[in-house]
């Protein structure tokens, strides 16, 4: 119990975000709507090659991340990874789910810090709808 000195959570998710009706959460219609679609759209891009044609013409970019730029173009043309991913954005409800059954099993002693960063560029800080944004933001404070 005495190994764990502190815990440092990045973008955190309240799995209640993800708990609610679908056709009811104003989160969960941005989720849909927005985050995955636009995965979707890479996935589909992908695999159709026009990710690997916009790169070579210069239309796109891959964006600047840690790692190797010509590494960075492999994952955004392979449609295996887009793929990937869309399936983590699409099951993460079901993510959230099991963090929260694991944490009823061992939960965090009282003595452990906790730190929560919340970067600037996560989409729900750029949600045309203010109401996710604060959904958000009291997910966070429920973490």
Known sequence: NN???????????DEQLFNDNPRDSIFMQHWRTTIVSAQQ???ISALVGMTRMALLFGVIDVPATAGNETYNKHIACNYHHQLSSLHEFSLLNETAQQVHILSQFKQIPDGVRKAVYVSTDIPYN???DVRVRHLWEKGVEDV
């Open 3 to 13: 190994e764990v000195n502190s815990v440092i959570l990045f973008n955190p998710m």
């Open 41 to 43: 759209f890479r996935e």
């Open 126 to 128: 750029h949600a045309k």
